[in-house]
């Protein structure tokens, strides 16, 4: 059992975006978060004080653990913000 | 633009219980809610690309929320999706509603509303311990919210663990949808309500939901364990297994108890913190819950302290999502200035009933500063250990506003939404309330660009 089969879900063709220059795949309406988790990649940060890896914590934009730079500029919460067909990722 | 004669701020069950009831009384409503789908986090759901022809699967009471969702559409409600509300104030003609609108490129929106209704929910409550700053540690709402929100699975093999009954959905949840969960380790007693056998015999929907989840954890052959907690968290880029250890009735650990449990992921709840942000802006009163956290004081008729503002969910204490849904109906009907029917209020009644006693039942108990060691990151944003917050505490620092100023925790971009309740536990004194005059993140620019009310 996985959660689509679970929800009898049948999601339309995943597009790509790349994070930190390897392809993901991500499906339409998925947060970037979930595309990264999705493709097993769980650490996409490094902390400023003892670069230490960070990902996903509260999945709900309150703990602004999982920043990531979006096509070179904003600064946004993977986990609120839906990925766009080639969408690059970068590290915060 | 004209003033709609009621804005809800946030759309999971409380803020939708309460739209349709406004909108059925007749009022011209908005409804905002910073996500792309209506539901909040209770009733989080896939994207409709997704195609689920099962969606009620991973939810409990998916009828209600269908049902909310499609009277919404006869109703005079506006629904504005992805508006994250930043400040709400009052001015001599209303209630203003700051919004930034949008996905990434965002556009400032400011709804103006004769009345308003704060729905705006909870997030999960933690605590911290060694290693629960590795990838792979997740809040258990933040698991749930992956899975039900996204369908990914948080990990392959899961430790759930904490306390209260949000666990087991979240275990049930993540077993159900192919994840190994290695174990449930409640930290209070996993019969908690079992003491107060005259409530749950009151309401036997709970007593029938608990007991559906004990049913799927059976099945999937999941222990559930009362009076263990995750006491560390172990891996050097990643999660690979948790310390897990018996604690005493205080939460201290017991010697000898602990073992290793291999896992990818750790999902980890100790209740919630109700979002009191745009409640407090408003300057609306608070009051101290029954687990001693802040909640918006409301009157009969969900109506705050403020004229014209009502607040509804767990932002008057966390109580659950059919307590939420009859808050908002009430808070909706008052916002109309129409009476609540007598039996709507007795629900409610026995409805907090039961929230007091799950809050009695599943205390936070301080014996979780034992999982602390001095490198023990206690702030994630701004990294600040234990050990920092000792010396700030022996420096004389008595309250958790002092040890802020002192050792830096909660300066970071959460502004101490994760790490506020345990150094207010580790200050003495009961978490801070914050008073923040931005309720979420705005760029300078867009800021620069809002102009305030001329008055």
Do not use: K
């Given at each position: 059992m996985n959660p689509l089969e679970l929800v009898g879900a049948s999601p339309e063709p995943p597009f790509e975006i790349v994070f930190a220059g390897t392809p993901v795949p991500a499906y339409p309406g998925q947060s970037i978060a979930a595309a990264l988790q999705g493709a097993g990649i769980r650490a996409w940060r490094t902390t400023r004080v003892r670069a230490r890896p960070r990902g996903l914590f509260?999945?709900?934009?309150?703990?602004?653990?999982c920043v990531v730079v979006v096509n070179g500029s904003a600064t946004l919460r993977a986990c609120l913000t839906e990925a766009r067909p080639g969408d690059e990722v970068e590290p915060a | 633009m004209r003033p709609y004669d009621l804005a809800v701020v946030g759309a999971g069950p409380a803020g939708l219980a309460c739209a349709v009831a406004a909108g059925r009384a007749g009022l011209r409503v908005v409804l905002v809610d910073g996500?792309?789908?209506?539901?909040?986090q209770y009733y989080r759901h896939a994207p409709p690309?997704?195609?689920?022809?099962?969606?009620?699967?991973?939810?409990?009471?998916w009828r209600t929320f269908a049902a909310l969702a499609a009277a919404l559409?006869?109703?005079?409600v506006d629904v504005r999706l992805r508006h994250r509300v930043w400040a709400a104030e009052t001015a001599p003609d209303g209630l203003r509603l700051h919004c930034l609108a949008g996905d990434r490129e965002e556009t400032p929106v400011t709804f103006p509303a004769a009345r308003l209704v704060v729905a705006t929910g909870a997030h999960d409550r933690v605590l911290p311990f060694p290693?629960?700053?590795?990838?792979?540690?997740?809040t258990a709402g933040g698991a749930q919210a992956l899975l039900k929100g996204?369908?990914?699975?948080?990990?392959r093999k899961v430790v759930v663990a904490g306390t209260g009954p949000f666990l087991l959905p979240v275990a049930a949840g993540l077993a159900a949808a192919g994840a190994r969960v290695r174990g449930v380790f409640e930290a209070?007693?996993?019969?908690?309500?079992?003491?107060?056998p005259g409530i749950l015999l009151a309401h036997p929907g709970k007593l029938a939901e608990a007991a559906g989840y004990g049913l799927t954890l059976a099945a999937h052959r999941v222990p559930y364990r009362g009076r263990?907690?995750?006491?560390a968290a172990h891996g050097n880029?990643?999660?690979?297994s948790v310390t897990v250890a018996k604690v005493d009735a205080g939460w201290g650990p017991i010697p000898g108890t602990e073992r290793m449990v291999p896992c990818d992921t750790l999902a980890v709840g100790y209740g919630f913190t109700p979002q009191l942000e745009l409640a407090l802006q408003l300057g609306c009163a608070t009051r101290t819950d029954a687990d001693g956290g802040h909640i918006v004081a409301v009157d009969?008729?969900?109506?705050?302290?403020?004229?014209g503002v009502y607040a509804a969910g767990e932002s008057t204490g966390v109580g659950g999502a059919p307590l939420a849904l009859v808050e908002g109906r009430i808070a909706g009907l008052a916002a109309a200035g129409r009476p609540a029917p007598a039996r709507l209020l007795r629900l409610r009644a026995r409805l907090r009933e039961f929230a007091r006693a799950l809050h009695a039942a599943y205390p936070v108990r301080?014996?979780?500063?034992?999982?602390?060691?001095?490198?023990?990151?206690?702030?994630?944003?701004?990294?600040?250990p234990y050990a920092r917050l000792r010396e700030a505490l022996a420096l004389g620092a008595a309250d958790a506003r002092s040890v802020k100023l002192l050792a830096?925790?909660?300066?970071?971009?959460?502004q101490g939404r994760m790490c506020g309740y345990a150094v207010g536990r580790l200050a003495g004194?009961?978490?801070?309330?914050?008073?923040?005059?931005?309720?979420q993140p705005i760029r300078l620019a867009d800021l620069a660009r809002f102009e305030g009310d001329p008055t």
């Open positions: 509260c999945g709900i934009g309150v703990c602004f653990d | 996500g792309p789908r209506l539901g909040g690309s997704y195609r689920a022809t099962r969606p009620g699967v991973l939810h409990h009471g559409p006869a109703l005079d290693g629960w700053d590795l990838p792979g540690v997740l996204e369908l990914v699975l948080a990990g209070g007693r996993t019969a908690g309500l079992a003491a107060h263990h907690a995750v006491v880029t990643a999660l690979t009969a008729r969900q109506a705050t302290d403020v004229p301080d014996g979780w500063r034992g999982w602390l060691r001095d490198d023990t990151v206690v702030c994630r944003c701004e990294e600040v830096r925790p909660g300066m970071g971009p959460c004194s009961p978490e801070g309330l914050g008073h923040r005059p931005i309720a």
